[in-house]
């Protein structure tokens, strides 16, 4: 398994850590897609987020070459909004994600682009859902099947955005990792429910315990994608397999996928549980171990943690 800091980069560290840090105020912008009359989607709405529609298939591409196609609040926002509208009927019965270029689908979110408001300036609006919670939903709530087409490495957000997805292609040569307990950080629990319900409990274990990088058979040995392969092919294949979705009867796929996730809810957390998870988040948020953790991704050497 190859080393962290061979693949990150000090802003994907960044990246990576500002899930936890921020919580951010999100205004509803679904008015600025009322003009989209019965989901006729065929450009970008969003220079970070170019969405394409190929028959009953939409393709969306995270397009932040610059930044690793890191997930920025603007384009999580963007990309929550326009499920929500191509949910509204069956015109869409398929979506594709995947990362500009061939190098890398997702570092994870971003903190460059994302403007913070200080809680105490009097215009403060309430707090709203976090805007990467609120977009990775939106993906595992999708009324129809939706593709991780994996055609680069996947690094923390981004790897939860793959574990939303109903079915995840990946060309042979990707890396995928969560390095949360490298960072002395206990990951949102909404999160590691996605990756409970999209590889079950002894994988989750081990992605977390572990905070290794996976690559080649081990990504099919470990359920993390469902096919490898070579990458001149990838494109081809992921479509014609969206294609043979998109064949069958949007009831029958609606349903089918409402009853998946019913069984799938079992796993969900109760309040009580909810808010001790929230604490144990919180609790290392406060720790020396974070600090001793970033330190020593940036010294590049191996932390010294000591559990408080």
Same mark, same amino acid.
Not at 138 to 160: D, E, Q, V
């Given at each position: 398994? !190859?080393?962290? @800091?061979?693949?990150?980069?000090?802003? #994907?560290?960044?990246?990576?850590?500002?899930?936890?840090?921020?919580?951010?105020?999100?205004?509803?912008?679904?008015?600025?897609?009322?003009?989209?009359? *019965?989901?006729?989607?065929?450009?970008?709405?969003?220079?970070? +987020?170019?969405?394409?529609?190929?028959?009953?298939?939409?393709?969306?591409?995270?397009?932040?070459?610059?930044?690793?196609?890191?997930? /920025?609040? =603007?384009?999580?926002?963007?990309?929550?909004?326009?499920?929500?509208? +191509?949910?509204?009927?069956?015109?869409?019965?398929?979506?594709?994600?995947? %990362?500009?270029?061939? &190098?890398?689908?997702? /570092?994870?979110?971003?903190?460059?682009?994302?403007?913070?408001?200080?809680?105490?300036?009097?215009?403060?609006?309430? &707090?709203?859902?976090?805007?990467?919670?609120?977009?990775?939903? !939106?993906?595992?709530?999708?009324?129809?099947?939706?593709?991780?087409? $994996?055609?680069?490495?996947?690094?923390?957000? *981004?790897?939860?955005?793959?574990?939303?997805?109903?079915?995840?292609?990946? !060309?042979?040569?990707?890396?995928?990792? $969560?390095?949360?307990?490298?960072?002395?950080?206990?990951? @949102?629990?909404? %999160?590691?429910?996605?990756?409970?319900?999209?590889?079950?409990?002894?994988?989750?274990?081990?992605?977390?315990?572990?905070?290794?990088?996976?690559?080649?058979?081990?990504? +099919?040995?470990?359920?993390?994608?469902?096919?490898?392969?070579?990458?001149?092919?990838?494109?081809?294949?992921?479509?014609?397999?969206?294609?043979?979705?998109?064949?069958?009867?949007?009831?029958?796929?609606?349903?089918? &996928?409402?009853?998946?996730?019913?069984?799938?809810?079992?796993?969900?957390? %109760?309040?009580?549980? $909810?808010?001790?998870?929230? =604490?144990?988040?919180?609790?290392?948020?406060?720790? #020396?171990?974070?600090?001793?953790?970033?330190? !020593?991704?940036?010294?590049?050497?191996?932390?010294?943690?000591?559990?408080?």
């Amino acid at each position: 398994m !190859a080393n962290f @800091h061979s693949i990150l980069t000090m802003r #994907d560290i960044s990246i990576i850590l500002n899930f936890y840090y921020k919580t951010f105020k999100i205004r509803p912008f679904m008015n600025q897609f009322n003009h989209l009359k *019965g989901i006729q989607m065929n450009t970008a709405t969003n220079k970070k +987020l170019i969405i394409e529609r190929k028959g009953f298939i939409a393709i969306f591409t995270i397009n932040c070459p610059e930044k690793r196609n890191a997930l /920025s609040d =603007e384009l999580l926002i963007d990309l929550h909004n326009n499920l929500v509208l +191509l949910s509204r009927n069956n015109d869409i019965r398929c979506v594709i994600f995947k %990362g500009a270029g061939d &190098k890398v689908f997702s /570092s994870g979110y971003d903190i460059g682009a994302i403007p913070v408001k200080n809680a105490s300036d009097p215009g403060t609006e309430p &707090k709203t859902p976090d805007a990467l919670i609120q977009a990775l939903a !939106a993906i595992k709530n999708f009324a129809f099947p939706t593709i991780a087409m $994996m055609n680069g490495h996947a690094f923390g957000a *981004g790897f939860n955005l793959c574990a939303c997805c109903d079915i995840r292609i990946a !060309a042979d040569d990707i890396k995928l990792g $969560m390095p949360p307990a490298k960072l002395g950080i206990v990951y @949102h629990p909404k %999160g590691m429910q996605q990756f409970l319900e999209a590889f079950g409990m002894q994988t989750t274990k081990e992605i977390f315990y572990t905070a290794s990088v996976f690559q080649g058979d081990t990504l +099919l040995q470990k359920g993390l994608a469902d096919y490898l392969i070579p990458k001149a092919d990838l494109e081809k294949f992921t479509f014609e397999y969206a294609l043979s979705i998109t064949r069958n009867a949007p009831l029958a796929l609606k349903g089918n &996928k409402e009853i998946i996730a019913m069984f799938e809810k079992e796993m969900t957390l %109760g309040p009580e549980n $909810m808010e001790k998870a929230l =604490e144990l988040v919180q609790q290392s948020l406060k720790s #020396d171990d974070v600090k001793e953790g970033q330190t !020593a991704f940036l010294e590049k050497r191996e932390p010294k943690f000591k559990g408080c």
